[in-house]
């Protein structure tokens, strides 16, 4: 069954670094999404991405973010200048058109 | 504003016993209804979804949900909870084709 990828599992970082975190979403998806969740906390919603721009963004998702598909099959996060809040669990997901979103395994941020 | 309830924090039941955790939601139409499920550390696993048709869903691992209109719910059941079942648990609604928003979860502990 195809399923939603992503690399790293866990990226350390220092505050202020950039990070990118990569999704490969299931190949005929269209619409792609990233989402955080800070620990022990519910999971919100940063981006959606459709036809190669944003689609929508939630107020979290400031100019320090930014998203991009670079190729066929890859989809980034992108922090350009890392702070401490900015440690959570980032997801990825991706849809056909509608209905179920099929979520990655997460990466694990963490700013120090 | 759309938003999703879970007034369940967190929730003990006895292995065998039965379970419902509520959710309740905001929307001005009947939007995309989800149960997710995440162990520690892990992804979201999505346990059933709410489109249309039947108010009554089942879903995977002997879940099922009931769409309740007139109350905006969507509760999660389980006639006979396993240990395994021990998690967190995340109501969530779907806008059209774009993000999801999330329940602030209920957490599930199951006592031998």
């Known amino acids: 069954e195809p399923e939603v990828t992503q690399t790293p599992s866990h990226q350390v970082t220092q505050m202020g670094q950039e990070v990118i975190l990569r999704c490969v979403p299931i190949s005929n998806h269209l619409y792609f999404y990233w989402y955080r969740q800070i620990l022990g906390q519910k999971v919100e919603f940063l981006v959606s991405?459709?036809?190669?721009?944003?689609?929508?963004k939630s107020e979290i998702f400031d100019d320090q973010f930014s998203v991009e598909r670079p190729d066929g099959s890859n989809f980034t996060l992108k922090i350009r200048s890392t702070k401490l809040e900015d440690s959570a669990m980032y997801f990825c997901a991706s849809i056909v058109l509608r209905g179920e979103q099929y979520f990655g395994p997460g990466t694990r941020l963490t700013v120090t | 504003a759309q938003s999703v309830t879970q007034p369940d924090i967190h929730i003990t039941v006895s292995e065998g016993a039965s379970l419902e955790l509520r959710c309740n939601y905001s929307?001005?139409?009947?939007?995309?209804l989800f149960w997710y499920v995440q162990s520690p550390g892990q992804g979201l696993q999505l346990l059933l979804k709410y489109f249309s048709g039947d108010t009554l869903v089942q879903g995977i691992k002997g879940f099922e949900a009931e769409f309740k209109r007139s109350q905006s719910s969507f509760n999660l059941r389980k006639p006979s909870v396993h240990w395994s079942d021990a998690a967190e648990y995340f109501c969530a609604v779907g806008l059209n084709t774009d993000k999801l928003i999330f329940g602030t979860g209920t957490r599930l502990q199951v006592f031998p």
């Open positions: 991405f459709y036809n190669n721009e944003i689609s929508e």
């Open positions: 929307y001005g139409a009947t939007p995309y």
